[in-house]
């Protein structure tokens, strides 16, 4: 049975996942029958110095904005586009549309670094750097303005594998973040042949890490690996006070989450970046 359930990923059929894989049906067949720009948004948190609470830069996060069903989150719908085929188009949509947004707020005087998340499966698109150094280009925008988040988990596709594409966005001047530390992680040493500018450290290991000694072990060899290879670390998923305390104990200088701010649409990422804004906003 077990080799049947790993073969179909369907695993014990009960009502609650006839009703999973009929929404889910639903969903790739909405998602096919326009173009992205119309259902796929980017909304925007900030990610801040945990000593002062100021922006030092901001992610992208996509959201679908569905006529029936409301806003959706990226784990309902990366797949679904994964599986149909449309990851070059859904990766240079984000690629422009961060690029676009990156415009938009310097002329309004906001400049703030845009990261965006790219799947290995994007760094595949051989014409996918030249359209962004084009796009940049076009725009006028520093390319040291567009961070990559990069995830090793989830795919067959290693880093190793792509380091040399990656390298070439480097070269560029574009930034590079490794995301969700710390989880799927078969070797680290790819951390040593890319020049990665971020270390961002998986929100699993910041819930409850007050009262978790095995979490705070692995944020220490986050800290000494960040130290060591002259990267910055950012810790994920912030959610209280306490947390930001321990973790800037802990020796990380950054950090993301709701305990500063939720991803947001853009108008309103755009008017606290202008106001200057130090989080949490009380
Ligand atoms: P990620 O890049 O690790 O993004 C962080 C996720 O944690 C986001 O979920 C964010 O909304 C959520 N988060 C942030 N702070 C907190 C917090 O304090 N508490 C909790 N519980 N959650 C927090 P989201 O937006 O659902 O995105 C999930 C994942 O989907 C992302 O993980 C990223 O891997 C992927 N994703 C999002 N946008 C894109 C995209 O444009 N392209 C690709 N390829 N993947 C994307
Ligand atoms: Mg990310
Ligand atoms: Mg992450
Ligand atoms: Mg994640």
Known sequence: ????????????????DTEINRQRLRLRADLSEALLEQKIHLYYQPKVMLHTGKIIGVEALARWHHPTDGVL????FIDIIEQSGRVQEFGRYVVRTAIMQLAEWQRQGAFTP??????????????LLNFTLQLLDDFNVSPDMLEIELV???????IEQISYRINKFKEAGIKL?????G?????????????????????????GVDKDPKKQ????????????????LLAEGIETKAQADLLMQMGCRYGQG??????MQAKQMKNILLTKAVLPIK
Do not use: C, H
């Open 73 to 76: 989150y990226p784990g309902s």
């Open 183 to 207: 989880t799927g992680m078969s070797s680290l040493s790819y951390i040593s042949n890319l020049n990665v500018d971020l270390i961002k450290i998986d929100r699993s290991f910041i819930d």
């Open 114 to 127: 845009i990261a965006i998340n790219l799947s290995p499966y994007n760094l595949l698109d051989l014409g």
């Open 1 to 16: 049975y077990e080799a049947k359930q790993a073969r179909t990923g369907w695993g014990l059929f009960n009502v609650r």
């Open 177 to 181: 973040a490794i995301d969700d530390f």
């Open 258 to 263: 709701y305990y500063y701010a939720k991803p």
């Open 152 to 158: 090793e988990s989830s795919t067959s596709i290693n």
């Open 217 to 232: 072990a692995i944020i220490f060899t986050a800290v000494t690996l960040a130290q060591s290879f002259d990267t910055k």
